[in-house]
């Protein structure tokens, strides 16, 4: 469905302002789904994205600078987050003993499982976003973004 449609509009939009909407409602509609298919396991796509980071991790403990670097969502509070994985015991806290003033995370067993239920889930989502794109439109797709975002 065209811009102009979505926005009931005969207004002549040009085409940036029209890449522009339409990537806000790419967005919101990805945001959206995503949601929709974390919530039945009770975690926010923000911690979903903690959960993910911490596994990339294998054994190895994430600081906070780590975790808010990787984060998709940069405006999160991850110690926040953090904290409210902590009360789900999806991922502890540990000292650092290089640095006992450092605070280091890692993902638990239950994280972990939590994941491996949730992974089959993410993967469906993914290609059924994507099914109506080839996958040479969606490698042009990912080069314009990549392109648009520097």
């Not at 991790?57 to 902590?86: F, Y």
């Amino acid at each position: 469905m065209k811009v102009e449609d979505i926005l009931k509009t005969k207004a002549t939009l040009s085409v940036k302002k029209k890449v522009l909407i339409n990537l806000q409602l790419a967005s919101a509609k990805a945001s959206s789904e995503m949601l929709s298919t974390l919530k039945p396991f009770d975690v926010s796509a923000q911690q979903f994205n903690v959960l993910r980071i911490l596994r990339g991790q294998g054994k190895k403990p994430a600081n906070l600078n780590t975790i808010q670097e990787r984060m998709v969502n940069k405006m999160s509070n991850t110690t926040r987050l953090i904290d409210k994985l902590i009360d789900k015991k999806l991922v502890e806290r540990c000292v650092c003993e290089e640095n006992r003033r450092k605070i280091e995370v890692n993902i638990t067993k239950q994280g972990l499982q939590l994941l491996e239920k949730i992974d089959p889930e993410i993967k469906n989502l993914e290609e059924n976003s994507t099914n109506n794109l080839s996958e040479k439109e969606l490698e042009q797709l990912n080069t314009l973004l990549e392109k648009l975002r520097s």
